[in-house]
């Protein structure tokens, strides 16, 4: 089976949104669930948020950040061309119901997995307040569909280029202290993001979750790879999660796990910069 | 007295460097000599040794003649998969074990003569199957390891339309991600899989059951299923450090070397390739595991196994294996905690000693902590092969599938599950066991299928 690629643009510099063919997954996603593809024979599974569904096209969309060897080819592919497998939905949906105001937080590519718990929270009747950040106005994705699906949208920019200037937990602070009552915090992005917004939360009562991206291979609770540690157990995020109480994930160990290939993957990148052949020993 | 022909393998010193299968197979030459020696008994024992009670006497004496086509089709008529069962099975704790021959000297190698049997018949290419016609009845198979396929296949035989489904995306299970290509090379188990596609079964891979579809959905779907799904959950011990980098179940490990082919280099999959491994377990995933790493060009990897080489669960063979090619065995020795060195990966494994005191209810003599054994092993990678419980997956989304605290399915003598049209078998039901037991039960459930949907 080979899923089609129905759309492809670049929403910013290396960032890319693609629409897949894929109607069986399609009909079972959920705001919440990711995918694994695989490019081709020789390829890596990598995990992605479903960033949108459409049963009825039998369409999904991801939307992804040029990270290294996968996502780089994975940015050279047009619309017509196939992937090998994708496989999903994977992971448990968000638990999402009635609360009264939810906040949700998307940071960088974060805003992607953002956008579909949006429209669910307030199709369930929630007040949504979005609050999105990037780099600078250019890195900033998905701003429109935010504005469509949330009641209020605050952006935040590094370089102030483009509403506060400074990070997305500034404003999640103003938020804790004003006066609204806040019902529940989700925030996604990297988990440097992650982590500082469940800083900024802890003294808080106020019930915040993070959606984990740590490294995986089968997302079905097979390989352990993904293990996290929750409140001091261990948690496969593929089974799991991917999404968790922020108060209670370890980050450092979180981080550190992320970078355990480093060297691996900057190898893969200058193999397939300088076009080595199978046999290349070059390593 | 006549002994059994020695193995051809490749060498210890050059089998190191590569993934290529290790025992080369006996020779027409060998295998007919071997033959000979079968006294192809009135009652023949071994075979009550074989799970699927293969005609052994009858398949041999075809060898005998030199007709080995004839052999694979007696051997065919109860095994669906003799070039992975020839290659596996722990035949010295089944049919050989019970070989008359083995009072006086050695059994008859049986796995080795059922091995060249389906290889001789691969060379001159397999026959296309002959399939009866359609029942109109639909067979929904979750999993695609040996019970699946072995269900797949006797249901497809009869007519009935087949779908299995896989979560990985290529059919075969742990023979496809778990049982290294040295050991059992992927091109055979593909052939397996394109023989039963050949019978008209319909494999679904990237398909979760519990997730893209749920068994309850399934069951509307289908006339009835059949739940293979194998146990693949790895267990971890709950020692200190065990999350560290460098930590990996012994099934991420096999999967990435296997599956994702993170030996070949024009492979994306990423793998450590470490000087220092402990692999923490004595049983077949724990070799292979061992034996995966230094190839991968380890300067040492240690198996550490808490009770002695008599105990050691894996095949004979494979520990033989193992050791010829310099695994160190560190028998009677227990991890208790993973040192941390820089970035907040492995630099070591903190062990104890351990003896053997009384035997416990598994019959084995319980192992126990030497007081003040504590040392140190050097260790930049640590794989856990201390067992897996069932898939949990299947479960999400089903009402009324029984299951044990230990998360197996439970299943009558039939195979049949606590829901009405839908069978298990393999180690979803038992737990870890072995490829020729998972197709016992593929083929018994099958058979309860069968008379379920003809009722
Ligand atoms: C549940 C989940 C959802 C995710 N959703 C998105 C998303 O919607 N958009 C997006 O851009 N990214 C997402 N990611 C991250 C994405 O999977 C990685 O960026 C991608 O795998 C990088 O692969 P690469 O080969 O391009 O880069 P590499 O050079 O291989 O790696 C770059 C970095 O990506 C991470 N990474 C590498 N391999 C994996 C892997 N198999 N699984 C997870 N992380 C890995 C590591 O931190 C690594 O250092 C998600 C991750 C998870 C686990
Ligand atoms: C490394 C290793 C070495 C071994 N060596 C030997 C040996 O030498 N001899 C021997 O006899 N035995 C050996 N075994 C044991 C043997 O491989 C297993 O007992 C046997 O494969 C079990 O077969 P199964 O069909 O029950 O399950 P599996 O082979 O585990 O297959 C189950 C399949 O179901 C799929 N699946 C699970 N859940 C779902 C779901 N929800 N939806 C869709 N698909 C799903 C899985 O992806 C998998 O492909 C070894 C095992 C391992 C791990
Ligand atoms: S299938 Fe296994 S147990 Fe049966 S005869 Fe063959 S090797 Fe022996
Ligand atoms: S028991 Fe041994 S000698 Fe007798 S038939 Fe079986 S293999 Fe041959
Ligand atoms: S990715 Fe393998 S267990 Fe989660």
Known sequence: ???????????????????????????????????????????????????????????????????????????????????????????????????????????????APIYPQAKEYRAAGNKVISIIGARNKDMLILEAEMI???????????????????????????????????????????????????????????????????????????????????????????????????KDVDFNL?????????????????????????????? | MSIRPKMPQQAPEGRITN??????????????????????CKNPKCVEGCPVNIDIPGFISKIKEGDFQEAITIIKATNTLPAVCGRVCPQEEQCEKLCILGNKSEPIAIGRLERICADREREVGVKDPVVAPSTGKTVAIVGSGPAGLTAASDLAKVGHSVTIFEALHEAGGVLIYGIPEFRLPKAIVKEEVDYIRKLGADIKMDYVIGRIL??????????????????????????????????????????????????????????????????????????????????????????????SDEELPARREEIEHAKEEGIVFRLLTNPVRIIEGENMSVNGVECVR???????????????????????????????????????????????LEVTPWGTIVVDEAGMSSIEGVCAGGDAVTGAATVISAMGAGKLAADTINKYLSK
Do not use: W
Not at chain 1, 256 to 279: H, M, N, P, V, W
């Open chain 2, 19 to 40: 993934f290529d299968e290790v025992a080369l197979g006996y020779t027409e030459e060998q295998a007919i000599l071997e033959a000979e020696r079968c006294l192809e």
């Open chain 2, 354 to 400: 351990m003896e053997l005191g009384e035997p416990d209810e598994s019959g084995r003599r319980r192992p126990e902590v030497v007081e003040g054994s504590e040392h140190i092993v050097d260790a930049d990678i640590v794989i856990m092969a201390i067992g897996t419980s069932p898939n949990p997956i299947i479960f999400d989304g089903s009402k009324g």
């Open chain 1, 1 to 111: 089976m080979a899923y089609k690629i129905i759309e492809k643009r670049q929403l910013v510099p290396d960032v890319h949104l693609m629409n897949i063919q894929a109607p069986d997954v399609a009909a079972a996603a959920k705001a919440g669930q990711f995918i694994i593809l695989r490019i081709d024979e020789a390829g890596e599974r990598i995990p992605l948020t479903i960033a949108d569904y459409n049963a009825d096209e039998g369409s999904v969309t991801i939307i992804f950040q040029e990270m290294g060897k996968t996502t780089k080819q994975l940015a050279k592919m047009s619309a017509g061309e196939e992937l090998l497998d994708f496989v999903g939905p994977l992971g448990k949906e968000s638990e999402i119901e009635k609360l009264g105001t939810v906040v949700l937080v998307g940071g960088g590519v974060g805003i």
């Open chain 2, 214 to 307: 749920t068994l309850d959905q399934l069951t509307d779907r289908f006339d009835a299923v059949f739940l293979g799904t194998g146990a693949g959950l790895p267990k971890f011990m709950g020692i200190e450090g065990e999350n560290l980098n460098g930590v990996y179940s012994a099934n991420e490990f096999l999967t990435r070397v296997n599956l994702m082919k993170a030996y070949n280099n024009s492979f994306d999959t990423p793998i450590k390739r470490a000087s220092n491994v402990i692999v923490v377990g004595g049983g077949n995933v724990a070799m292979d595991a061992a034996r995966s790493a230094l190839r991968l060009g380890a300067d040492e990897v240690s198996i550490v196994y808490r009770r």
């Open chain 1, 254 to 283: 979180l981080m550190s796990r992320l970078s355990f290939y480093r060297k691996e993957e900057a190898d893969a990148i200058t193999k397939s910069q300088k076009g080595c052949g199978d046999d290349c020993k070059c390593q």
């Open chain 1, 148 to 246: 469509a699906a949330s009641d209020e949208v605050l952006v935040a920019t590094d370089d102030g280029s483009k509403g506060h200037h400074g990070f997305v937990t500034d404003l999640v602070k103003q938020l804790l202290d004003g006066e609204e009552h806040i019902d529940r915090i989700v925030a996604i992005g990297p988990p440097i993001m992650m982590r500082a917004v469940a800083d900024v939360t802890g003294p808080y009562d106020v019930e915040t979750l993070v959606s984990l991206n740590p490294i995986m291979v089968d997302g079905t609770g097979m390989c352990g790879g993904c293990r996290v540690n929750v409140g001091g157990e261990v948690k496969f995020a593929c089974v799991d999660g991917p999404e968790f109480n922020a």
